[in-house]
Nanobody, 126 residues
Framework: QVQLVESGGGLVQAGDSLRLSCAAS???????????MGWFRQAPGKEREFVAT???????LYADSVKGRFTISRDNAKNTMYLQMNSLKPEDTAVYYC?????????????????WGQGTQVTVSS
């Protein structure tokens, strides 16, 4: 079993920055580092949507709405993934979830993710 725990959310003003972290446990280092990971978000009354993904090796993939503002990264030695969010906008307000995929390549399809964290709230005021 895999446990994912997000942290770093909070209340900020438009234009500010936040860094989310996702710590993984319950699997060996080699297993964690072998699969893609991703960030999704869900605003009130809306479906969960893709934000960014990072494969076990290679390039990252971003939603158009966050491209150029958000940066996803991972530290396999620490079993941790990050999301650096800059130039935040009120429309970025949502609960942010990290997830571990069952595939190695970057994927924006929610169905490819087997394990999910509990989410962390990000609120951006105007």
């Amino acid at each position: 079993q895999v446990q994912l725990v997000e942290s770093g959310g909070g209340l900020v003003q438009a234009g500010d920055s936040l860094r989310l972290s996702c710590a993984a446990s319950g699997r060996t280092f080699s297993t964690f580092s072998s699969y893609a990971m991703g960030w999704f978000r869900q605003a009130p009354g809306k479906e969960r949507e893709f934000v960014a993904t990072i494969p076990w090796r290679g390039g990252t993939l971003y939603a158009d709405s966050v491209k150029g503002r958000f940066t996803i990264s991972r530290d396999n030695a620490k079993n941790t993934m990050y999301l650096q969010m800059n130039s935040l906008k009120p429309e970025d307000t949502a609960v942010y979830y990290c997830a571990l995929a069952s595939v190695r390549s970057a994927t924006n399809w929610l169905g490819n993710y087997d394990y999910w964290g509990q989410g962390t709230q990000v609120t951006v005021s105007s």
